[in-house]
């Protein structure tokens, strides 16, 4: 009989809690069954230097040290209580939060759960083979370290299905771990978390872009009036910084890698770039406008009466609620969303409390842009003359009122022959692909060691040297 108290640190009195506990002695040995099936291939008996949550305290609650992946303490952690919190937004704005679920709106609350939930195993399924081609013993760990987090973000939510949903969250939460990313049968419920992560590039683009969809819906949701998941969500947060820190400074590690060899080789054309071992611009673009745009679709319809009634409800709130200086009630307000019609793209304003998908998808896009300017003047630094740009809203969009149109990336609505002409400059090929994966054969393993297409990063983990040993094979 396991002591769940003792291997599994938590500030929800776990140990007193035997409802919880017993949910847990069933979920817990699937969750590791699922781990050793699915976690990261030929990683079990590896020590890697990992973070590890052991508490919410804003100084201490990280803890860094060699540990086996399947030992890790995968935590039960929320934010600390306020009293006086309140549903700042919607219908039941003014009312104390609801320390339990509201009857009327348990299954969208037990539906919300479930969609975020799913979306954290899928990333660890989506790049459960990238450990064998690392770059470095530092990328290793970091991948390393965004799998244990996504494992422990499955918890937070399965922690809210276990305590607050009853025998549906039981089983809600069994769901979690028998569907699988790209299965036909049994996918994963959302489109980006059934596309491969099949190289280092889609891994970093998929950090940047994609786990920054984790964080906007997070904050969305940090916002509920259901207290225990606002409370939840905003843990889960101060984690999820590192896996986009993780994903802007890989790819700004590959741009400065391709940049510098450019300047010195004094080559410009994608092959001769390629000829020399690193990844072409072109590529990069390619591959920024394939994830751009599937993580716009993880917002979900541009008018979407799910998100009116979310926020009507008081269930899921927008971007930064509590700061925005309005109604909290949108009864009067409009939004402008864009829609295709006679071969072009018109605006066109709804109902705000229609469009609360695309607003958050728009808050999305101001902090992509900030980032895309941060790579570009990584290009610019090393005077490459290359410009990388944000595709348009509408490029490759198969949710919201793009889908079915075939937008260019410069936002002209052209037809689908036309589209298909273009679209080997637009997105990665097969050819692509394998030229990237070419590169990523075989792992390198030597500390202070980095493969040929990276850039080595300016400093180490938690003040660690660059030749640190950050993972030890035994
Ligand atoms: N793929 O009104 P609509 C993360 C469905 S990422 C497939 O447009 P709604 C992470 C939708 O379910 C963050 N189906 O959408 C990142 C609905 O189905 P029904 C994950 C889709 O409900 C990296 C129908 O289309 N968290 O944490 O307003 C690594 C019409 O729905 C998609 C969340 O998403 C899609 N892309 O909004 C690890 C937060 N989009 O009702 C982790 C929770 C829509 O017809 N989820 N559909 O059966 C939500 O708030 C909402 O479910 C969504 C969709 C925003 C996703």
Same mark, same amino acid.
């Given at each position: ?40 291939? !030929? ?20 803890? =860094? ?39 009327? #709106? ?52 399965? #922690?809210? %299905? ?9 089983? !809600? ?14 996918? +994963?419920? %959302? ?9 280092? %590039?889609?891994? #970093? ?10 964080? =906007? ?8 009036? =259901? ?20 994903? $802007? ?38 591959? %920024? ?9 993880? #917002? ?8 009116? /009634?979310?926020?009507? /409800? ?6 930064? $609620? ?23 793209? /018109? ?29 570009? +003047?990584v290009i610019d630094n090393t005077g490459v003359s290359f410009r990388l740009r944000l595709p348009h809203k509408g490029f490759h969009r198969e949710i919201g009122n793009f889908a079915g149109h075939f937008i260019s990336p410069e936002g002209d609505v052209l037809t689908e022959e036309a589209w298909k002409q273009h679209e080997s400059e637009w997105l990665p090929t097969v050819k692509d692909h394998a030229y990237v994966q070419s590169l990523m054969c075989g792992r390198v393993t030597e500390p ?27």
């Amino acid at each position: 009989m396991i002591d769940y108290t003792e291997k599994i640190p938590n500030n929800v009195d776990l140990g007193r809690d035997r409802v919880l506990q017993r949910a847990l002695e069933h979920w817990q040995p699937a969750y590791m069954n699922w781990w050793y099936d699915m976690g990261p291939t !030929e990683s079990h008996a590896l020590d890697v230097y990992l973070r590890t949550a052991i508490s919410v305290e804003p100084d201490g609650w990280a803890l =860094f040290d060699y540990v086996k992946m399947p030992e890790y303490r995968w935590g039960i952690f929320l934010q600390p209580r306020d009293e006086k919190r309140e549903v700042n937004f919607g219908i039941h704005k003014g009312q104390q939060a609801w320390q339990d679920v509201p009857g009327e #709106y348990r299954s969208t609350l037990r539906r919300i759960i479930v969609t975020q939930g799913d979306t954290e195993p899928a990333s660890v399924e989506q790049q459960r083979l990238l450990g064998m081609c690392c770059p470095s013993l530092y990328d290793l760990r970091n991948i390393f370290q965004v799998n244990v987090e996504e494992g422990r973000h499955l918890w937070a939510m399965v #922690y809210l %299905l276990h305590r607050y949903f009853g025998r549906d969250g039981r089983e !809600e939460a069994e769901a979690l771990l028998d569907r699988r990313s790209g299965d036909t049968d049994n996918p +994963r419920i %959302l489109g980006a978390f059934n596309e491969p992560t099949p190289d280092w %590039l889609a891994f #970093y683009m998929f950090t940047f872009f994609t786990d920054r969809d984790g964080k =906007f819906q997070l904050c969305a949701l940090a916002e509920s009036g =259901f207290d225990p998941l606002s409370r939840t969500c905003r843990f889960m947060l101060t984690e999820e910084a590192h896996h986009m820190f993780v994903g $802007e400074t890989g790819v700004g590690r590959i741009i400065q890698r391709t940049c510098e060899v450019m300047s010195e080789h004094k080559v410009d054309a994608p092959s001769d770039v390629r000829g020399l071992g690193v990844i072409d611009l072109q590529t990069i673009q390619r591959y %920024l406008n394939f994830h751009y745009s599937v993580t716009l679709d993880l #917002y979900g319809s541009d008018v979407s009466s799910n998100a009116a /009634n979310y926020f009507t /409800n008081g269930l899921k709130g927008r971007y930064r $609620e509590t700061k925005l200086e309005d109604d909290h009630v949108l009864s009067d307000s409009t939004y402008p969303v864009y829609e295709v019609a006679g071969g072009k793209i /018109n605006k066109k304003e709804v109902p705000a409390l229609t469009a609360l998908n695309e607003r958050l998808r728009d808050d999305y896009i101001g902090e992509i842009e900030d980032g895309l300017a941060r790579w570009q +003047r990584v290009i610019d630094n090393t005077g490459v003359s290359f410009r990388l740009r944000l595709p348009h809203k509408g490029f490759h969009r198969e949710i919201g009122n793009f889908a079915g149109h075939f937008i260019s990336p410069e936002g002209d609505v052209l037809t689908e022959e036309a589209w298909k002409q273009h679209e080997s400059e637009w997105l990665p090929t097969v050819k692509d692909h394998a030229y990237v994966q070419s590169l990523m054969c075989g792992r390198v393993t030597e500390p202070g060691k980095f493969a040929n297409w990276i850039a080595p990063p300016i400093r180490g983990i938690n003040g660690k040297p660059m030749n640190f040993q950050y993972v030890r094979f035994n």
